[in-house]
Every structure is written in C-alpha cells, then in structure tokens.
Nanobody, 125 residues
Framework: QVQLEESGGGSAQAGGSLRLSCAASRYPFNLNCMAWFRQEPGKEREGVAAIKIGDGQTYYVDSVKGRFTISRDNAKNTAYLEMNSLKPEDTAMYYC??????????????????WGQGTQVTVSS
C-alpha cells in the first residue's frame, strides 16, 4: 500500500515562508506525478501545485504562482513545496498526492486517489 508522509507544516507570519515535504514509499508502480492540494474547513480540496516526475514540468494554481515552488528529488521519492510570501488565505490543510504510470499530471482533484494524512499550514496577519 502506498504511503505518503508529509512534513513541514506549521505557523508563519504573513510574508513568511514554509517548506513542505512529501516522501512516497511502498508504491508498486512508477510514479508519474506528485502534487499538493489544500483544503479549508467546509470547502473543496483544491490543487495547488503538481510536478511531473519524468521531465519536471510543473503546474500551479494562479493564486500561488510566483510565490510557491514545487520540486522533486527522484532519488528520495520526495516532493517539496517551497512557500514564500505567505498570505493568510494560504491557511489550510495541505495534502500530498501521487499518480502512477503515464499520462495526466496537473491539478484536477478528481484524478487523484492516493492521499497523505495532511499537514496544517496557518498564516497569521
């Protein structure tokens, strides 16, 4: 069974930075895509950033472009989300997800089925 272990969440002041990590293990397939989603209470889970494992192509939701950077370390099967210039509206539970095989990589929530336990990010003004 695939395991995704997230870490790095916490609290920050507006304008500050945090770095999230997602380590994948026990997957019986080749990883194609790793992504970060976030969810506020009572709201839909939204895609934040995704990265294609093979060629490193990245995808971002408009609200984080220029502030967040997703990267991966293939040797460690780990994806990172560097979050800079944080805003109070970035406050949410952040979840890591992966897609196997080939094909789609992006931010469409309905195409991801494997999730980590989540890590809370809280940004105060």
């Amino acid at each position: 069974q695939v395991q995704l272990e997230e870490s790095g969440g916490g609290s920050a002041q507006a304008g500050g930075s945090l770095r999230l990590s997602c380590a994948a293990s026990r997957y019986p397939f080749n990883l194609n895509c790793m992504a970060w989603f976030r969810q506020e209470p009572g709201k839909e889970r939204e895609g934040v950033a995704a990265i294609k494992i093979g060629d490193g192509q990245t995808y971002y939701v408009d609200s984080v472009k220029g502030r967040f950077t997703i990267s991966r370390d293939n040797a460690k099967n780990t994806a990172y989300l560097e979050m800079n210039s944080l805003k109070p509206e970035d406050t949410a539970m952040y979840y890591c997800s992966v897609r196997p095989g080939i094909g789609y990589c992006g931010l469409a929530r309905e195409l991801f089925e494997i999730w980590g336990q989540g890590t809370q990010v809280t940004v105060s003004s």
